[in-house]
């Protein structure tokens, strides 16, 4: 049957509005259904810990649930590398630090663009790690770990997960130094920590959900923490700028991100979710616990997240590409 040519071009635009359409009632009746985090890193550490504890407060607000699911490896590029891949339409979201959402673009060849494949929602925290090595190292300070690393070039080993904010302070550390050590990869810090516990490897430098535990145990020492500011939870670690390394200061942080094309609409919706759950007292207490400091309210912007991830890969990229670090 032949149509009429007004009628076929009538019918041809309606067709080609259709997904506009669908996109934008979409974005109206969201969400209606569950929203994934994506964490790139193992379970137990502090970016993990960071994504359970907005999961449980933002499914209050948003009227649905909020899962956390883990996808490691690469240095957190598969994870990353699966919310590139998604719709979107806000029900995929990618949790990631300084090491997941910076550094991975100068050690992998990524199948995304950091910057330009994601919508930026909200910068979270930041926070210090620490220093921390087997319990049975001979060195009981700062001082006397650098001395004894300085004795002993490339035969120590520090864990830490490839071209991830361990890796990264690792280096920033031997070259403050001007030591030596093999890096030994892991997929996770919380691995890295069982390790130097049972005394396999010699140190590491790890966020602090994975390390004081065992430093309170005393089953590993504590040398020093990456920032100016000491932790509240453990204020008789010294910071290494104390310790012996003047100017030392280097921290993690985390952001949330969607993949590019999400509607306005929902993403400003995600920002004023994940906004509230950083204003709730339990929230702010756990993270608190985490050691990680809540970014003021006019940080925890979209801008500002593209903002500080611009201005690291600037910072970062030339460093690493510089040392021919590679991820694994």
């Not at 669908?22 to 969201?30: E, G």
């Not at 550094?103 to 921390?132: K, N």
């Amino acid at each position: 049957m032949k149509l009429p040519r007004r009628q076929f071009l009538h019918l041809a635009a309606g067709a080609a509005a259709l997904p506009a359409v669908s996109q934008i009632a979409t974005a109206q009746t969201y969400p209606s259904r569950p929203i994934m985090i994506v964490v790139p890193f193992a379970v137990g550490g502090v970016t993990d810990t960071i994504g359970r504890v907005l999961a449980e407060r933002m499914k209050s607000s948003l009227g649905q649930p909020v899962i956390v699911e883990n996808v490691t490896g690469a240095g957190g590029t598969i994870a990353v590398g699966r919310v590139a891949r998604a719709a979107p339409d806000g029900y995929t979201l990618s949790l990631g630090n300084n090491g997941s959402h910076v550094t991975t673009g100068a050690t992998y060849a990524l199948h995304y663009d950091l910057l330009t494949d994601f919508e930026p929602i909200t910068l979270l925290s930041t926070g210090p790690s620490v220093l921390v090595a087997r319990k049975t190292m001979p060195a009981d300070d700062l001082k006397g770990l650098i001395a004894w690393l300085k004795s002993n070039p490339d035969k120590a080993t520090g864990g830490m997960t490839p071209g991830s904010f361990s890796h990264i302070a690792g280096l920033f550390f031997q070259k403050s130094t001007g030591t030596r050590f093999q890096f030994v990869p892991y997929r996770g810090m919380a691995l890295a920590i069982q390790d130097l516990v049972a005394g396999q490897i010699d140190l590491a430098i790890s966020d602090p959900v994975a390390s004081l535990p065992q430093v309170r145990a005393g089953t590993i020492k504590a040398y020093g923490v990456t920032t100016k500011a000491r932790l509240v939870s453990a204020p008789d670690i010294p910071t290494l700028d104390e310790a012996g390394l003047p100017g030392f200061d280097i921290s993690q942080w985390h952001g949330l991100w969607v993949p590019k094309g999400t509607p306005k609409n929902i993403t400003a919706k995600l920002n004023t979710a994940v906004m509230d759950a950083l204003s709730a007292p339990t929230a702010r207490a756990r993270l608190a616990d985490l050691s990680q400091e809540i970014l003021p309210p006019d940080q925890q912007t979209p801008e500002a997240l593209r903002t500080l991830q611009k201005a690291e890969i600037e910072k970062w990229w030339p460093i690493i590409k510089a040392a021919n670090i590679k991820g694994e």
